[in-house]
């Protein structure tokens, strides 16, 4: 890196202090080491279910989930394990579900598709695209009538918006001005279908102005524009000129998922988008700091692997559901 490219992009984190940052950088190597490793205990046949990866999406969740306070909720899809670690759910409590264990987030009903916990604001996943929407836009009705200060934010994919359910809770979240940080990953596929052969406009933030609010397109694999452009959501929400439409621009490295080998995706278009890798991006930004070395981030990712084999074996372990949990927790 030249000095002046090290100066620029030293300038460009200069607001932030070194433990958020390295924080933000924690999270996501979090994530990804967490779907490399499942990725081998599902292929080892260690692990049961299927499993949708989120690899190279790491700086929507992180970026999006730092923005918001401890008591604000997130909703989620069948790709939801980087947005429950984004928010707070341990690596344990995640891969106990995962083994479907009663140890797990859901006490191992929900599995991989359905991760979540109330406690930490994270509503357990929603496998059906778009489903989040009318849910997050109830969720938010309630804060608004609470006078909670709350704000939800609500993950979806590109796929999700040419969805009903996106425009009737989208156009309901509008009328009533509620407090949704609408947060679209846009990676560009919907299973194998590419954006372009689905859409007349692939601009998926334009869909605001429809409604009569506020969208944004942001790179969504760099996790401090997506901070801020979360932190900016979160705050029009809660004075109450919510929702907000956030399109972040992004890539899924995996195929959509584990059964799907992925080879819709052009070699060109990958090699791009793997060059823009948000993990390795964020960490050339860090090393220009003079506060960051290499050894830093060699010990967060040690630390990182540390944990997880950790909870891997614990996890291997965990005690599975008895008859007698047929009944429980369950509502029909
Ligand atoms: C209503 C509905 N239709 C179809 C499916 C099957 N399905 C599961 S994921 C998916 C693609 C979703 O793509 P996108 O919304 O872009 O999310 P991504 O997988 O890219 O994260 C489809 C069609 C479903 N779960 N729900
Ligand atoms: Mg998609």
Redesign the pocket.
């Known amino acids: 890196m030249t000095q002046q490219a090290k100066a620029t992009s030293a300038e460009r984190l200069a607001n932030y202090n070194q433990g958020f940052l390295l924080d933000l950088y924690e999270r996501m190597v979090l994530i990804r080491s967490f779907e490399e490793r499942i990725k081998f205990l599902f292929l080892e046949g260690t692990m049961p279910g299927t499993i949708?990866q989120c690899q190279g999406q790491e700086a929507t969740a992180v970026g999006v989930c730092s923005a918001l306070k401890a008591n604000d909720y997130i909703t989620s899809?069948?790709?939801g394990h980087g947005h429950a670690l984004a928010k707070g759910l341990t690596v344990q409590e995640l891969l106990d579900e995962l083994f479907g264990a009663v140890t797990g987030c859901c006490k191992g009903k929900g599995g991989s598709m359905h991760v979540g916990n109330m406690h930490k604001g994270m509503v357990p996943g929603i496998?059906?695209?778009?489903?989040g929407i009318p849910l997050a836009a109830g969720m938010a009705l309630a804060f608004t009538m609470q006078k909670s200060g709350q704000v939800v934010a609500c993950f979806?994919?590109?796929?999700?918006v040419a969805?009903g359910a996106f425009h009737e809770g989208v156009n309901m979240a509008a009328i009533w001005n509620l407090p949704v940080i609408l947060v679209c990953?846009n990676?560009l596929?919907?299973?194998s279908t590419r954006v372009d052969k689905v859409m007349k406009n692939p601009k998926i933030s334009d869909r605001a102005a429809a409604y009569g609010f506020r969208g944004e397109t942001v790179d969504g694999n760099d996790v401090i524009a997506v901070h801020e452009a979360a932190k900016r959501a979160a705050a029009e929400c809660r004075a109450g000129k919510g929702p907000v439409l956030l399109e972040l621009l992004t890539y899924?490295r995996t195929g959509?998922s584990r059964r799907d080998p992925c080879h819709y995706q052009p070699k060109d278009e990958r090699e791009a988008w793997f060059a823009r890798d948000p993990i390795e991006r964020f960490a050339q930004r860090l090393l220009a700091r003079d506060d960051v070395a290499p050894a830093d981030l060699d010990g967060i990712r040690a630390r990182v692997d540390r944990e997880i084999e950790t909870a891997v074996e614990k996890a291997k372990r965990a005690p599975q559901p008895t008859v007698a949990d047929v009944e429980t927790d369950v509502l029909a």
């Open positions: 949708h899809t069948f790709r496998a059906i695209v778009a489903g979806f994919g590109d796929g999700a969805e990953e990676n596929y919907g299973a899924r959509h």
